[in-house]
């Protein structure tokens, strides 16, 4: 069990323990402090406090977990940009010079151990048909022919669909524009060159 649903836990059982000891407490107090004036008023003020306590406690532990985990996502998704820009970057590189060496081919390699700790497996597939491109028109001559270029701008722009979507796919889903509308722009933006 996670630290946070422990202290919830432990929080939710010191309340009902507070609950029902204050209410035999209370029973208790009402018939001996008959004699004292304002003894029961002061009696519930102090099980009123400590019971605001307790719930306030437990709403900022609540309240402290959310934003860690909100914390962490932000952490992820700025990795997953950051892999992602990355290799998109290191692929420019690559058609760019035309002629490409063993580190060249090591890095992209390098990119590809990145994206298995990040990448949703919808572009960890995409990528393995990226690679199979690469590998059957690139990576055999090392050299970038005008018919390559197509081909890797072709499978990158698949490859980007996937990315999109496992980046902000759910700021997609919420507009009004279909997901097949978006591919079809991204796959039109990529045969313009």
Known sequence: ?????????????????????????????????DKM???????????????????????LNKQTSVELEKEQSV??????TETYRDLIDRIESIVL???????????????THRLAIVASPAVLEEYHNFLKVFHQKVAQD???????????????????????????????EQSDISPSKIRKQIMANAAEH
């Open 97 to 111: 010079h035309r002629d490409i060496t063993q580190d060249e081919l090591t890095q992209l390699q390098f990119h």
């Open 142 to 172: 090392k050299h970038v022919s005008d018919d390559d270029e197509d081909l890797l701008t072709e499978a990158l722009a698949k490859l980007t669909v996937y990315i999109r979507k496992d980046l902000i796919g759910e700021l997609d």
């Open 37 to 59: 004036p304002f003894t029961q008023e002061i009696i519930l003020i102090i099980l009123g406090t400590l019971a605001t306590i307790l719930i306030t406690a437990m709403l």
């Open 1 to 33: 069990m996670n630290q946070a649903v422990k202290n919830n836990l432990l929080m939710m059982l010191l309340s009902i323990i507070l609950f029902v000891g204050g209410y035999f407490f209370l029973r208790l107090a009402y018939h001996m402090s």
């Open 75 to 80: 952490k992820f998704i700025e990795l997953k």
